[in-house]
Nanobody, 125 residues
Framework: QVQPVESGGGSVQAGGSLRLSCAAS????????MGWFRQAPEKEREFVAG????????DYADSVKGRFIISRDNAKKTVYLQMNSLKPEDTAVYYC??????????????????WGQGTQVTVSS
């Protein structure tokens, strides 16, 4: 079983940047599609970005397109989410998730098999 572990969350002012990382314990992420989701207080968890196992395709929620970049370094067995031009509405717990390998990115939670514990991102105005 692959267990993703997030890191890199924190507090930042609006307009700032953060980079989240996702590594795995108990296995490697290299053979899987990966996704980032987030859940704000009193809201449902939502898709943020996803990337195919080889890195050839990425997909983004409209709310983050042009500001966030998902990437992966399979040699380092790590997936990243670079978050730029952060807004207060980006405040949420961010989750890394693992999906079976595919040529397309899943946007729904049921497309993902394993989930991390989440990392808090807080953006102040």
């Amino acid at each position: 079983q692959v267990q993703p572990v997030e890191s890199g969350g924190g507090s930042v002012q609006a307009g700032g940047s953060l980079r989240l990382s996702c590594a795995a314990s108990g296995g490697t992420l290299s053979s899987y599609n990966m996704g980032w989701f987030r859940q704000a207080p009193e809201k449902e968890r939502e898709f943020v970005a996803g990337i195919t196992w080889g890195g050839g395709m990425a997909d983004y929620a409209d709310s983050v397109k042009g500001r966030f970049i998902i990437s992966r370094d399979n040699a380092k067995k790590t997936v990243y989410l670079q978050m730029n031009s952060l807004k207060p509405e980006d405040t949420a717990v961010y989750y890394c998730a693992v999906a079976p390998p595919s040529t397309s990115v899943a946007r729904r939670e049921n497309g993902y098999r394993y989930w991390g514990q989440g990392t808090q991102v807080t953006v102040s105005s």
